[in-house]
């Protein structure tokens, strides 16, 4: 029996055998190889490879399908429950949302996807919500701010990419312990890579907004990104972020949440330019006042 599939447009632009691999679960990747050297498995009459990049309109024949082999199945997976707190604060922190994607105004203490002693995250949220939903980036559990969800494959693999060539820009505002010996500068900083064998260099700009003699207000534009990337700039600057358990020695702070937040996003898709900011934390903007801090958050 033969069998077409048409791509559509959320399909595209992914290898042959992942789309291969999402119709029918229960393929192998040696079965995909295989069909594909027979020539049981073709795109637009054409034998290809496996790695080949589908796109709109293309139609892939499956000249030996019978329901048996190509099945389909979904994985049951423990669902978490999601209660209605987490549902509103989800909810009340969407900015921005079309048919594509999505982009929230992550709070405080919730983790960005799942890990040890991790219950409940963004992720299982968005999970809850739709199985096609994806995170693209990721922000450390404790940090605030701008964080983008796409919706289908394509835009996951279209913001994918974005940040990958480094064409979305993303500015960070800080509160740090201290002031940096220069107004402003890019830090290029080796760090450790997870398994910790090896150093990755990173690459941030900074920029001093304003400061008093104790704390200052700093804008960071991370050109790479790497886990604690910006709390270790700030460390190796002499000015640790407030609030920050890990890097910041100073035990007069450590009852203030960290002072991170993902404060703008910019970047265009097609002829659309896009443009974001956060509504900065109740503590944070507290925190400038109290220490009276001047900001204008209009010139970021």
Not at 51 to 69: A, H, P, S
Not at 104 to 119: E, L, M, P, R, Y
Not at 252 to 263: I, M, P, R, W
């Amino acid at each position: 029996m033969i069998k077409i599939y048409k791509i559509n447009e959320i399909s595209e632009d992914q290898r042959l055998d992942k789309y291969l691999k999402r119709q029918f679960s229960n393929l192998t990747q040696s079965f995909i190889e295989k069909n594909l050297r027979k020539k049981n498995i073709l795109v637009n009459d054409k034998t290809i490879k496996s790695n080949f990049i589908v796109k709109k309109n293309d139609l892939i024949k499956i000249k030996n399908y019978n329901e048996n082999t190509y099945q389909r199945f979904v994985i049951k997976k423990t669902e978490k429950k999601v209660n209605k707190i987490l549902k509103k604060n989800f909810e009340n922190s969407i900015l921005y949302e079309n048919e594509n994607f999505l982009v929230i105004d992550k709070w405080f203490g919730i983790a960005t996807q799942g890990g040890t002693n991790v219950n409940i995250s963004i992720d299982t949220i968005i999970k809850s919500i739709s199985p096609n939903y994806n995170l693209v980036h990721r922000l450390d559990k404790e940090t605030t701010g701008l964080l983008i969800i796409a919706k289908n494959l394509k835009y996951t693999k279209i913001f994918g990419d974005l940040f990958k060539t480094q064409k979305l820009k993303k500015i960070y505002l800080a509160l740090c312990a201290g002031k940096p010996r220069m107004k402003e500068s890019f830090v290029d900083l080796l760090i450790n890579s997870k398994d910790k064998t090896k150093k990755i260099k990173t690459n941030t700009f900074y920029k001093l907004i304003s400061n008093n003699q104790k704390n200052s207000l700093i804008q960071f534009e991370p050109k790479t990104g790497k886990k604690h990337q910006l709390r270790l700039v700030a460390k190796n600057l002499g000015c640790p972020i407030v609030g920050d358990l890990k890097y910041n020695l100073n035990k007069s702070k450590q009852k203030e949440n960290l002072k991170l937040n993902a404060f703008k996003l910019e970047f265009v898709i097609g002829k659309d330019k896009y443009s974001f900011k956060s509504r900065l934390p109740k503590d944070f903007v507290d925190f400038l006042i109290s220490n009276k801090i001047k900001f204008n958050f209009n010139i970021i």
